[in-house]
């Protein structure tokens, strides 16, 4: 899961840490979707 974390991490710097945030707040399954979960 170390691995998958640290891509995660990757991809909401590249798109924005707010936008992702926003994401997460209006719909989790969407976030964990944008994230390519």
């Not at 936008?19 to 976030?31: K, L």
């Amino acid at each position: 899961m170390g691995l998958s974390m640290s891509r995660l991490r990757n991809r909401l710097d590249m798109r924005g840490v707010g936008q992702a945030a926003r994401a997460a707040r209006g719909n989790p399954d969407g976030f964990a979707s944008a994230l390519g979960s």
